[in-house]
């Protein structure tokens, strides 16, 4: 079974930044494709970006296109967020997970715990 550890969440102003990560077990990050979701309270969970496994084309929902980044680091098993220009409609819980691939991002493991990110002045 695939573990799957978010960090990095917080506390931020609007137009601050923050850097998720999250830590997955065995060769997930180098063999599937990746992506992050985000859930607010009472709402589905929504897809918000993608990387391919071969740490080429990513994918981006409008809203957060320009101000976040999806990376990945083979070797420590890692994903990455880079979220800037942070909006207060970005709140939410982020989730990470390997994907069916980036044009169909259906999460293929059971979901970690997720990491708060919280926008407000």
């Known amino acids: 079974q695939v573990q799957l550890v978010e960090s990095g969440g917080g506390l931020v102003q609007p137009g601050g930044s923050l850097r998720l990560s999250c830590a997955a077990s065995?060769?997930?990050?180098?063999?599937?494709?990746m992506g992050w979701f985000r859930q607010t309270a009472g709402k589905e969970r929504e897809f918000v970006a993608a990387?391919?496994?071969?740490?080429?084309?990513?994918r981006y929902i409008d809203s957060v296109k320009g101000r976040f980044t999806i990376g990945k680091d083979d070797a420590k098993s890692t994903l990455f967020l880079q979220m800037d220009n942070l909006k207060l409609e970005d709140t939410a819980v982020y989730f990470c997970?390997?994907?069916?691939?980036?044009?169909?991002?259906?999460?293929?493991?059971?979901w970690g715990q997720g990491t708060q990110v919280t926008v407000s002045s």
């Open positions: 997970n390997a994907l069916q691939s980036v044009i169909s991002p259906v999460p293929q493991f059971d």
């Open positions: 065995g060769r997930t990050v180098s063999t599937y494709s």
């Open positions: 990387i391919r496994s071969t740490n080429g084309p990513t």
